[in-house]
């Protein structure tokens, strides 16, 4: 962290009196108990704070600093959590306990849940524009949202007050970006900006709220038509065990996209390529047909699978299964 | 004909007067009802002590004159109708349409007494929003060129509210995309707040901008213009057909036709016709069916890319990114 730009520090709560530290501190003026206009020796632009309900409120900042400087929010004994998006126009840096985050419009990380309990620092770049919306959420009015549902793998330790004193950082999810964005047109002098802005906070909370209750992690990374076509070539792959592999080629064919893009796809999907799944599948079935009685000789179910030299099938079978086609077999003859 | 009349007022006690008097039952903020009389769900939702908002979602069995009865004169309702078919709206004998082609937004004073006819098999949906005379005199206020008529405005000896209006592109697309959302769902209630919120703030908007103007009586041109706006909305996902088809169409010069449309819907007819596009490229894209280039084909895009930047200029983010990120 550059210790040598100066330091601001400021508390954040659920309630207005904290402003009281941007009126003494640094010279603003509140209007309405609402917006907090920067003096412009230091910044021009302003800051919105609003209640929305007993557990949720807002602070959004949008200005333009003409001089450096460090802003850092005290940790708060109040317990909620700070959700964070940054729309700026840059980068700006993001100090968790001591921890260096990027974020900002073009950084993927524009997103962030950190636990009042935490001391945080925001340093944006002298003469950018940084655009960034807090909302602070009392943490048992979220836990009321989630009676019985399982959280998403990332958000799981948060309600953990053991590990609780945590944050997250991820990106903005589509929707309120296209929310925030819509926002950030709007000019904070209107009469309606209080409506426009409780009305995409409530936007905010629903999507933040859903997103911490999907259990589909990937929805949305995978195409439904590209998994159909997976799932086709899976099908063809499991009703042709006895051939030899077809090929990436066909299967590409087969499921309509380019080899690069089917094989990228099939790994994220499967978790494994064609081919070795392929190798499993005809393993297992190897097993089944050793285990059957219905041949005599095991270079028949060799020759059966496709495999031309016992040998070489025996390895493999001994490297998936653990021990000889022929202790299987045997065993089972007996 | 059977006549329902609700008596409103005092308390806003929406839930007290409209389930018994469409026979539905109660459960929460919501009346849910299947009766010989209608299909549908009601939900009222209290604000604060000066604003409060009730969503209609109703098909009629049988025709029905819904008559609205207050008798105080300190509140006033704002109504957001998204129908297909047409319904009757009836004020001091006077009767007008009220429906997709026509007027869609009505705020009417508490203190006028007023009756819909609603035909048997019509599908009503209507957004309701009851905000007090002091609030809105207060956001009004606060608005320069308003101020020096709030003060007649709000005087109820001189004047009482009404006003026939349509509604703006922007408020239509939340309603559509907020319908989408099931009555089940826990969020329904925070989605419906933040629907709200931005309707109001719309409609200041557009008080402040001053673009919708269309006079009490509407007249013939005008309701071609919304016909072919219309007509529009149904052939969005083509080529758009110019400025000289559609005035053709409508029966009008094409610079008059361009005049009157950008008057009444804010945006020139080219500007609307392609917000809407984008409106749909999105709405594919949620769907998760369609990859970014067969959207393109789909919305008979030249290409990808020109999608992709215009999505951006619209919507702030990539369509490929938008839809990865949903």
Redesign the interface.
């Known amino acids: 962290m550059d210790i040598t730009i100066p330091e601001f520090k400021h508390t954040i709560s659920l309630k207005s009196e904290w402003q009281q530290d941007f009126i003494q501190g640094l010279d603003c003026t509140v209007v309405d108990n609402k917006r907090i206009d920067f003096p412009e020796r230091m910044a021009s632009g302003s800051g919105y704070f609003v209640k929305i309900s007993r557990a949720v409120s807002v602070f959004i900042v949008d200005l333009v600093l003409n001089e450096p400087m460090r802003f850092t929010r005290m940790p708060s004994e109040e317990d909620f959590w700070i959700v964070y998006y940054d729309m700026s126009d840059n980068y700006s840096k993001h100090f968790v306990d001591g921890v260096k985050h990027k974020t900002g419009y073009k950084s993927k990380l524009g997103f962030a849940i950190i636990d009042s309990h935490h001391e945080s620092t925001y340093v944006s770049s002298v003469g950018e524009r940084v655009y960034s919306l807090r909302l602070c959420i009392r943490k048992s009015f979220v836990k009321s ?1 989630f009676q019985d549902v399982t959280l998403e793998k990332d958000f799981k330790n948060i309600f953990d007050d053991e590990k609780g004193r945590m944050f997250y950082y991820g ?5 309120s ?2 929310a ?2 819509n926002l ?1 047109q709007q000019s904070m002098n ?7 802005l ?6 905010l ?2 999507y933040f ?2 997103r911490l209750n999907s259990n589909a992690q990937s ?3 995978f ?3 590209d998994l159909n076509a997976i799932m086709k070539t899976q099908e063809y792959l499991l009703s042709n065990l006895l051939l030899p592999f077809p090929g990436l080629k066909l299967l590409s064919e087969i499921a309509n996209m380019s080899i690069s893009k089917y094989r990228n796809l099939y790994r994220n999907v499967f978790g494994m390529s064609p081919a070795s799944f392929f190798k499993n599948e005809k393993l297992i079935l190897a097993k089944e047909l050793l285990e059957s009685r219905n041949f005599k000789l095991i270079s028949d179910i060799a020759y059966e699978l496709g495999y031309n030299k016992i040998s070489y099938f025996s390895e493999v079978y001994k490297k998936h299964h653990g021990d000889l086609p022929h202790t299987v077999f045997k065993a089972k003859l007996d | 004909m059977r006549t329902i009349t609700y008596s409103y007022g005092a308390e806003f006690n929406l839930l007290e007067v409209l389930a018994p008097a469409m026979g539905g039952s109660i459960e929460g903020n919501f009346i849910k009802g299947n009766n010989e009389l209608y299909e549908g769900t009601h939900f009222v939702m209290p604000f604060d002590n000066r604003v409060s908002a009730l969503l209609v979602d109703a098909t009629y069995k049988e025709s029905a004159l819904l008559e609205y009865r207050t008798g105080v004169d300190y509140f006033v309702g704002m109504y957001f109708h998204v129908i297909k078919e047409d319904i009757n709206f009836i004020q001091k004998d006077e009767s007008t349409l009220v429906g997709r082609q026509d007027y869609n937004l009505l705020i009417v004073d508490s203190l006028l007494d007023f009756d819909y006819v609603v035909d048997n098999g019509v599908n009503t949906y209507v957004v309701c929003i009851f905000i007090y005379k002091s609030a809105l005199k207060e956001y009004m206020d606060k608005i320069p060129i308003l101020k020096s008529l709030s003060k007649d405005v709000f005087n109820a000896k001189k004047n009482t509210i009404i006003s026939m209006d349509r509604m703006s592109m922007d408020s239509s697309i939340l309603i559509n995309d907020f319908r989408k959302i099931p009555y089940d769902s826990p969020l329904f209630e925070l989605y419906f707040k933040g629907l709200i919120y931005k309707l109001i703030g719309n409609y200041l908007e557009q008080l402040l901008t001053k673009k919708i103007i269309i006079s009490k009586v509407m007249n013939d041109d005008v309701k071609s213009i919304i016909a072919s706006k219309t007509k529009l909305l149904e052939s969005v996902d083509g080529i758009f057909p110019g400025v000289d088809f559609l005035a053709k169409q409508a029966c009008m010069s094409p610079s008059k036709y361009k005049k009157l449309f950008t008057k009444i819907s804010g945006l020139s007819p080219g500007t609307f016709f392609y917000s809407n596009k984008l409106v749909l490229a999105k709405e594919l894209l949620e769907t998760g069916k369609y990859t970014v280039s067969e959207v393109s084909d789909k919305l008979n895009y030249a290409n990808i890319s020109y999608l992709a930047k215009r999505f951006n200029s619209k919507y702030g983010i990539f369509p490929k990114e938008y839809q990865s990120l949903l």
């Open positions: 949202y990106h903005i999810d589509s929707r970006k296209v925030l964005y950030k209107d009469t309606n900006y209080e409506f426009l409780k009305s995409t906070v409530h936007k909370f629903g709220v859903e929805r949305g990374l195409l439904e038509k």
